[in-house]
């Protein structure tokens, strides 16, 4: 991606290096290291959370698994993108008449307090709608590479962006509503379905930061397909036969590897959020 030396946002809140408090808060001990280990990517609901504060399970002070020239890097990198997702969105919002209020993204390091709850780097990249704020661990561009064999620039972008488009989704009114009508489930699967349309529908979004980067000539060759391996990495049936060896499609939350790259390619090709309606 073309991103060295263009503009950064300012809607950004650097947390790296600063401690939230030891083990003992909410969700603490084995349950909660249990949460951690079955915390899906790009979660929304964090509550029951672990509150670890800047320490590992066996009590060590956390270290970054980035260099101190990767953490620059992307500290810029992300800054870019997420001025990339002002440009794109202010330009959709303004087409409406509407005035486009972007996101705060949150740097920290493990794990930062929010207004969601204790947020871990171990659930990945995630959004909280109380407090309108994009919380992202840079080190999660490692575990992309080495756990989600997802690497690259344009991958990295792709998960920031559909973090964003989950803030779209509250600015819409959407969010409240799924998380309302998901209260009044008939059942988990039910839930679970809401939530899968929900992701899929911020791939959409994300893919229209996407028709935007092309269009304005900041996506190189190959970027593409980063992207696009991206958001097949996350699919729910992927993580899941990873992790255990087996897939249970009632307890998806995000979508199948296919379901995520199409939604995803849905808004790079026609750049409209019209085409992002997953609820029919």
Sequence with gaps: ???QGR?????VEDRRGSSSGGFGGKGGGIVGLLILLVGAYFGVDLSGLVNTGGLTSSGQQYQSSLSEQEEQQLNSFSRVVLADTEVAWDQYFAKS???YVAPTMVLY????QTSCGMGQAAMGPFYCP????VYLDLSFYKDMSNKLRASGDAAFAYVIAHEV???VQNLLGILPKVQQAQQHSSSRAAANELSVKLELQADCFAGIWGYYADKNGILESGDLEE???AAEAVGDDRLQKQSQGYVVPDSFTHGTSAQRLAWFKRGLQSGDIKQC???G
């Design 1 to 3: 991606m073309r991103w």
């Design 7 to 11: 503009r950064e946002s300012n809607n």
């Design 97 to 99: 008449g509407q005035r």
């Design 109 to 112: 390091n493990y794990a930062t």
């Design 130 to 133: 109380n407090d309108q704020r």
């Design 165 to 167: 488009g989950h803030h």
């Design 227 to 229: 992207a696009f391996n």
């Design 277 to 279: 309606n997953p609820f």
